[in-house]
C-alpha cells in the first residue's frame, strides 16, 4: 500500500496541507499527518488539523512519499533535525519527495535541491540552493516535486496522484472534481 507522510508544524499553510490530504485519499492512497509537538496543530490562518501521529512515531521505511505543505511555519521545520534526516535518507532512496510554496526551503536546508530543477512561492526563490529555478506551476524532476503555491495546491496533488497510482487515476479524480 502506498503510504504519504505529511508533516504539519504551527504556521502551515491550510490550503495546501487539507488539498494535499483530501486529493491522495480521494485517490485511496494512505496519508499519515505527523507533527513535530502536538497532535493538534494551527496553522496559518488559526484552522487547527489533528494529525495522527507525532513524527517521531512515523516508521519512515514504510513510506512511499513525503510531501511538505508550505506556510510560515516552515521557519521551523527547516530547523527540525529528525525531519531533515527522514527527508535526506528518504530522498537517496529514490522515493518520492515533494513540497510546495516555502516548503522548499526544508529541502533545500536538507541537501536535497542542488543540482534539481526546482519551484517555489517567489518570495523564497534567493533562499534556495537549487540547480534550475523555473515558474512553473508544478516541477517534477525525477522523484522530486515542486509546486509554487495555495493556487496551484490542486495541480500539485493531482501531479502526486499521477506519479504514485498513474495518469488513468489523476484524470478520473480530476473529472470527479470538476477541475479544468
Known amino acids: 500500500m502506498t503510504h504519504v507522510l505529511v508533516p504539519l508544524i504551527e504556521g502551515f499553510e491550510e490550503i495546501e496541507a487539507i488539498t494535499i490530504v483530501d486529493v491522495l485519499r480521494r485517490g485511496e492512497i494512505k496519508v499519515i499527518l505527523a507533527s513535530v509537538n502536538d497532535t493538534l496543530v494551527k496553522g ?66 536538507a541537501d536535497i ?20 529555478y523555473l515558474t512553473d506551476p508544478v516541477v517534477i524532476d525525477g522523484n522530486l516535486v515542486t509546486s509554487r503555491g495555495p493556487g496551484t495546491a490542486m495541480a500539485f496533488s493531482l501531479a502526486l496522484v499521477e506519479i504514485l497510482l498513474g495518469r488513468a487515476k489523476a484524470d478520473s479524480l480530476a473529472a470527479t472534481m470538476i477541475v479544468s
Not at 517567489?122 to 540547480?131: A, E
Open 113 to 132: 535541491l542542488q543540482d534539481k530543477k526546482v519551484t517555489s512561492y517567489p518570495s523564497v526563490k534567493d533562499q534556495l540552493d537549487c540547480g534550475t
Open 44 to 109: 496559518s490562518h488559526d484552522i487547527v488539523l489533528q494529525t495522527d501521529v507525532l513524527l517521531q512515531d512515523v516508521k519512515a521505511e514504510d513510506l512511499t512519499a513525503i510531501v511538505l505543505p508550505g506556510g510560515p511555519g516552515v521557519k521551523a521545520l527547516q530547523e527540525n533535525e529528525l525531519l531533515r534526516q527522514m527527508l535526506q535518507a528518504h530522498y537517496r532512496s529514490g522515493k518520492l519527495t515533494a513540497a510546495i510554496c516555502a516548503a522548499p526551503l526544508v529541502l533545500s536546508k
